[in-house]
């Protein structure tokens, strides 16, 4: 599987020159499989680049995984240029809701008066899907979904293919209520998606200054993130869902303190850039 980072920032963008090495999009990556496969997981306001490079690549399916229906994950759907495409088969998935069906929720956003068209009109052939408890695949690349620590319905996901795993955890609190050290396994909040994974990506939101003001908001601490990589003894890992008022040179100070409480080699941790590709 390769790996393509659209968008890595959370809770809203932030372009400008102190957050330009890394990036101000929201979460967005394109996973390209064995067989061609096009899964986007995703769709913050990074989707709006992805969707161009993916019309010009002529690509038919596309399946977009979402994590949850916060703004920050959804609002570059709208921009997306396959979704108005007739020749475009797309189908989402997202965390199942008692309450509405997925895309009655994601209307809500996409609709007037938030958006000027209605979900119901786009051209492209659209399906949605509850993301199932169960594995499913996609050509060659296994899928499970699994509900993690966050206000709201929410999941992170794992690929697999070829004998190869990727996690995608973000948005996700994993030490709340929890000592993460001390804690059984069975305990820690999606543990069964990023156990052993080749390549895990996770949120890294807050410093260990920040967090005690944001207990429950639903992200980790630096310390956190990296406990969680030591006992789902993960390969490698990268550092997602960047607060929106972090300039480049902080995050790199939070990977620093990342690795220092998960003390491996540093090649094996790095900051999520757009731009960035990585082989899984």
């Known amino acids: 599987m390769k790996v393509r980072i659209w968008g890595s920032r959370g809770s809203i963008a932030a372009p400008g020159p102190e957050t330009i090495r890394y990036g101000g999009n929201t979460s967005c990556i394109e996973v390209r499989g064995d067989a061609n496969e096009t899964i986007v997981l995703d769709a913050g306001t990074g989707a709006r680049p992805l969707g ?19 703004v920050d994950h959804l609002e570059g759907l709208g921009m997306f240029a396959p979704i108005w495409s007739p020749d475009i088969e797309l189908h989402i998935w ?4 008692p309450v509405a069906s997925l895309d009655e929720r994601i209307a809500t956003y996409f609709s007037p008066p938030l958006f000027p068209v209605h979900l119901s009109e786009v051209p492209a052939r659209v399906t949605f899907h509850d993301a199932p408890r169960d594995p499913w695949t996609i050509g060659s690349i296994t899928i499970t979904a699994d509900p993690i620590l966050h206000p709201g319905a929410t999941v992170g996901y794992r690929l697999e293919s070829d004998g190869k795993a990727l996690a995608y955890v973000t948005d996700h609190e994993p030490a709340l209520g929890t000592d993460l050290d001390a804690a059984s396994t069975s305990w820690i909040s999606g543990y069964a998606l990023a156990h052993h994974a080749d390549l895990l990506i996770h949120d890294c939101q807050y410093t260990e200054d920040e967090y005690p003001d944001h207990v429950g908001w639903g992200h980790p601490s630096v310390a956190h993130v990296a406990s969680y990589a030591r006992r789902a003894e993960v390969d490698r890992l990268v550092l997602f869902h960047h607060h929106p008022g972090h300039a480049d040179a902080e995050l790199e100070a939070m990977r620093t303190a990342v690795l220092a409480g998960w003390q491996v080699e540093p090649q094996r941790c790095i900051v999520a850039a757009e731009g960035t590709e990585i082989d899984v």
């Open 52 to 70: 161009e490079s993916l019309m010009e690549r002529q690509v038919q399916r596309i399946d977009l995984f979402l994590t949850h229906l916060h």
């Open 94 to 97: 997202g965390p199942p809701s």
